[in-house]
């Protein structure tokens, strides 16, 4: 079945950095495109990034642009957000997402997520 475990979350201090990865499993991962999506403490969920299945588009909410770098590594089924200059904002559930589609596209920011992993929490507090 299909399965994606995110992992890499915890506390950190304003300013500072965390990377969280994903591997999938139970599906075709380099033929999907993928997401970060995240909850914040009584907030709706929303896309922190996403990119296509080759890894060569990216798009990023405006909160994250020129912060946050999502990557991905097929050879190893896994998804990254490295996560710089965090503030307290920041804090959330950070779920990595798959795509419904395995259709070219330059938008993956557009797409319908079918299936998302837990969710690792994101502390950002001095």
């Known amino acids: 079945q299909v399965q994606l475990a995110e992992s890499g979350g915890g506390l950190a201090q304003p300013g500072g950095s965390l990377r969280l990865s994903c591997v999938g499993s139970?599906?075709?991962?380099?033929?999907?495109?993928m997401a970060w999506y995240r909850q914040g403490p009584g907030k709706e969920r929303e896309l922190v990034a996403a990119l296509i299945s080759n890894g060569r588009v990216t798009k990023y909410a405006d909160s994250a642009k020129g912060r946050f770098t999502i990557s991905r590594y097929n050879a190893k089924k896994t998804l990254y957000l490295q996560m710089d200059r965090l503030s307290a904002e920041d804090t959330a559930l950070y779920s990595c997402?798959?795509?419904?589609?395995?259709?070219?596209?330059?938008?993956?920011?557009?797409?319908?997520?079918?299936?998302w992993g837990q969710g690792n929490q994101v502390t950002v507090s001095s």
């Open positions: 139970g599906f075709a991962f380099s033929r999907h495109h």
């Open positions: 997402a798959k795509s419904l589609t395995t259709d070219d596209t330059d938008y993956p920011q557009l797409l319908t997520y079918d299936f």
